[in-house]
T-cell receptor
Framework: GAVVSQHPSWVICKSGTSVKIECRSLDFQATTMFWYRQFPKQSLMLMATSNEGSKATYEQGVEKDKFLINHASLTLSTLTVTSAHPEDSSFYICSASTSGNYNEQFFGPGTRLTVL | DAKTTQPPSMDCAEGRAANLPCNHS???????VYWYRQIHSQGPQYIIHGLKNNETNEMASLIITEDRKSSTLILPHATLRDTAVYYCIVRGINTGNQFYFGTGTSLTVIP
């Protein structure tokens, strides 16, 4: 149980285009979903926290107009990278958790974004 | 959340126990210690978590010192598939379940 999927697993796009990444909890309802970004040989950096039906909370330094997050249901959150540039190339990882303060987070397999 | 300090890298011989330390000297009373690992180009995988008592599951054991300022993750019989980056994370009760990852320890299991 507790499986989180991401789609696509990898994507290549041209500079200036927008890319949408989906994160789904397959066998549980995720009240909260998180988005992380990871550059090569670096740790995961939390970008934003989203609760179903409400606006996402972004970490300091993360542009909310560039990284649009939608958490429309208890099983789906999407991250849209708008007007992508080469510096947005990264590994994007989502995670999901159920209600409660001490529940673990279940991570997706990640999406490799390459912007040309 | 309390910051954690881990050695950047460690080696372990296959079949031997791998002991990964973590310092969290500013941890507060209601903060849990979590361990995750990340195999190259995959999402992090949950290993174990604890508050103050030692914990054991099918993957590993977690030893937390009495003052809770440090902990050790023990992989009892390391295999080549245990080669990964191991993250120790401390999370408080009022942080909306958020995890802030440190730099982790890159464990290499050597044949």
């Amino acid at each position: 149980g507790a499986v989180v999927s991401q789609h696509p697993s990898w994507v290549i796009c041209k500079s200036g285009t927008s890319v949408k990444i989906e994160c789904r909890s397959l066998d549980f309802q995720a009240t909260t979903m998180f988005w992380y970004r990871q550059f090569p040989k670096q740790s995961l950096m939390l970008m934003a926290t989203s609760n179903e039906g409400s606006k996402a909370t972004y970490e300091q330094g993360v542009e909310k107009d560039k990284f649009l997050i939608n958490h429309a249901s208890l099983t789906l959150s999407t991250l849209t990278v708008t007007s992508a540039h080469p510096e947005d190339s990264s590994f994007y990882i989502c995670s999901a958790s159920t209600s409660g303060n001490y529940n673990e987070q279940f991570f997706g397999p990640g999406t490799r974004l390459t912007v040309l | 959340d309390a910051k954690t300090t881990q050695p950047p890298s460690m080696d372990c011989a296959e079949g031997r126990a791998a002991n990964l330390p973590c310092n969290h000297s500013t941890i507060s009373g209601n903060e849990y210690v979590y361990w995750y690992r990340q195999i190259h180009s995959q999402g992090p995988q949950y290993i174990i978590h604890g508050l103050k008592n030692n914990e054991t599951n099918e993957m590993a054991s977690l030893i937390i010192t009495e003052d809770r300022k440090s902990s050790t993750l023990i992989l009892p019989h390391a295999t080549l598939r245990d080669t990964a980056v191991y993250y120790c994370i401390v999370r408080g009760i009022n942080t909306g379940n958020q995890f802030y990852f440190g730099t982790g320890t890159s464990l290499t299991v050597i044949p």
